[in-house]
């Protein structure tokens, strides 16, 4: 019941950004559209500068879930707590942003109406109910590898750091053009794919991952979090099939632009979370990791080369991310 309870936890975290990229309750946060019948986008921005406090917001409801997941897997009561106090100072800092610095309208720059937030409100009270209840019975140390969890939550939120839906108006990134004008029912899947990664959808995907993995048995949250690699990997191959159903039309972008590839990282790091047992480091180990340096088997060896291949991957999007071309 307590596993339960922790994981229904992060899910009710993760409930804003779920109900959002579904198109609910949109028009009561602020960094969407109050109005439905607004142009797509703004003439000026982006607004973080304009409206900080809904900005900051932003980043505090797409980040809860990972803090949240974060302190599961750490597992004492005090950690559960914690939680508790994040999932209320979010909810406490949401009510005072909508009701005392609502800010701009996204879309016509005006200053938006008081409206309550309602997914915070209908969902954070009951995270923090459920880990208030779950703190009654501190959760077993489980391998966590939360450094790879981490690492796949901030490749995962890569979209919403450098590519917010909500951008200047020049369109510096081209993906958003090229699925601006949805002509089928798989232009309409691909556009939404793209609006939901930017609002931060795969982050979700990565703390419900982390959640599965430790509060449900080993064999039920190795499954969950697989699956979160698979949807994972669904938006760039979406993003590759798009771009050969387009490869003939007049607009074309370059291949390398049209892939979310940090989503691919991110999924590489979930499944490696998944298999990894968590490393507790102290003097003794350490001296004996050095003598054994030279032991090296073929396995580690391989383990080395694919962690290198993950490091050299996310040095090449930090850098691609500051290109012409983005």
């Avoid at 142009?39 to 917001?57: D, M, S, T």
């Avoid at 109910?129 to 077993?140: E, I, V």
């Avoid at 979930?270 to 054994?292: D, F, M, Q, Y």
């Amino acid at each position: 019941m307590t596993a339960v309870l922790r994981f229904g936890a992060v899910l009710a975290a993760s409930g804003p950004v779920i109900l959002t990229t579904s198109g609910i309750g949109r028009q009561s946060v602020g960094w969407f559209c109050s109005v439905t019948d607004s142009a797509p986008f703004p003439a000026e921005g982006p607004y973080a500068l304009e409206n900080v406090p809904g900005e900051l917001l932003f980043w505090g409801v797409l980040l809860l879930p990972v803090a949240v997941a974060g302190l599961l897997l750490r597992g004492s009561r005090r950690d559960t707590l914690a939680a508790v106090a994040a999932v209320g100072t979010v909810l406490a800092f949401g009510l005072v942003t909508a009701f005392f610095l609502p800010g701009p309208d996204p879309c016509t720059g005006q200053e938006r109406a008081i409206v309550p937030p309602w997914p915070l409100i209908v969902c954070y009270p009951v995270a923090a109910g459920a880990l208030h209840l779950a703190a009654r019975s501190p959760l077993p140390q489980r391998q966590s590898g939360i450094t790879l969890w981490a690492g796949a939550a901030g490749a995962a939120a890569w979209a919403a750091l450098f590519h917010r839906w909500t951008i200047t108006y020049d369109m510096r990134v081209a993906g958003v053009v090229y699925m601006q004008t949805p002509e089928s029912s798989w232009d309409d899947l691909a556009w939404w794919s793209g609006e939901a990664d930017g609002i931060g959808l795969p982050v979700v995907l990565v703390a419900l991952a982390a959640a599965a993995k430790v509060t449900a048995p080993f064999r039920w949250g190795r499954l969950a979090a697989a699956a979160a690699a698979v949807a994972l990997l669904l938006f760039p191959l979406l993003d590759v099939a798009t771009y050969i159903s387009r490869s003939g039309s007049d607009f074309e972008m370059p291949f390398a632009d049209s892939v979310r590839w940090p989503l691919f990282l991110a999924a590489a790091l979930v499944t490696s979370a998944t298999r990894s047992p968590r490393v507790r480091i102290s003097w003794a180990g350490t001296v004996r990791l050095a003598r054994s340096i030279k032991d090296v088997v073929p396995g580690r060896a391989k383990e080395l080369a694919v962690a290198a291949v993950i490091a050299v991957a996310g040095i090449w999007l930090i850098v691609s991310s500051f290109t012409p071309t983005r």
